[in-house]
């Protein structure tokens, strides 16, 4: 993978309130072309999140632990392609 500035794409959702963290997260991941991904920075372990994006977006999106607790969690996750995204871009993004 090259090294570009969107290969290094970070989001701490820690401060952010948490009805709105989940928008804030999936509309970083549809921004993302494959190949590129973004360093996830949250308080606790995000499994619910990693279960939601295998149910509803199977072999869209790659899970990596870079840091597990106890206090901080960061996970990268990497869009792996376009097909099946059910968001209505034709694999445009």
């Known amino acids: 993978?090259?090294?570009?500035?969107?290969?290094?794409?970070?989001?701490?959702?820690?401060?952010?309130?948490?009805?709105?963290?989940?928008?804030?997260?999936?509309?970083?991941l549809n921004s993302l072309q494959p190949g590129q991904g973004v360093t996830l920075t949250v308080d606790h372990d995000p499994l619910p999140l990693y279960y939601h994006l295998?149910?509803?977006?199977?072999?869209?999106?790659?899970?990596?632990?870079?840091?597990?607790?106890?206090?901080?969690?960061?996970?990268?996750?990497?869009?792996e392609k376009h097909e099946g995204c059910n968001c209505n871009c034709g694999g445009s993004h």
């Open 54 to 79: 295998g149910m509803h977006f199977s072999g869209l999106f790659g899970w990596d632990y870079l840091e597990r607790g106890p206090d901080i969690w960061q996970v990268r996750i990497t869009r």
């Open 1 to 28: 993978m090259t090294d570009t500035a969107t290969d290094k794409l970070q989001l701490d959702v820690r401060s952010i309130p948490h009805p709105e963290r989940h928008p804030r997260i999936f509309g970083m």
